[in-house]
């Protein structure tokens, strides 16, 4: 079973910018839709980017603009790049599949907290 590791967050002013990284402990990338997503407190889990094997991204309108998602295949990691943090985009973020039903045991998450 592949374990997802998240890691690169932390508390960042507003307008600050921090890079995700989510480390698979085996093959990802032959899952055509991977994806980081985000939950806020009282809030349901939110998929705020993907990425194909092909390399097409596609972002939450939310984010646009702001994240990047990228992945390194030789290394089974998944990385998302957000700038210009705002105060909303505080929440745990995760990586994960975005097929519900190829979907590995969720990681512990990376928190992001952004002040203002």
């Known amino acids: 079973q592949v374990q997802l590791v998240e890691s690169g967050g932390g508390l960042v002013q507003a307008g600050g910018s921090l890079r995700l990284s989510c480390a698979a402990s085996?093959?990802?990338?032959?899952?055509?839709?991977l994806g980081w997503y985000r939950q806020a407190p009282g809030k349901a889990r939110e998929l705020v980017a993907s990425i194909t094997r092909g390399g097409t991204t596609i972002y939450a309108d939310s984010v646009k603009g702001r994240f990047t998602i990228s992945g390194d295949n030789a290394k089974n990691t998944v990385y998302l790049q957000m700038n210009s943090l705002k105060p909303e985009d505080t929440a745990v973020y995760y990586c994960?599949?975005?097929?519900?039903?190829?979907?590995?045991?969720w990681g512990q998450g990376t928190q992001v907290t952004v002040s203002s």
């Open positions: 994960n599949s975005i097929h519900a039903s190829l979907r590995f045991a």
């Open positions: 085996g093959s990802i990338f032959s899952i055509n839709g």
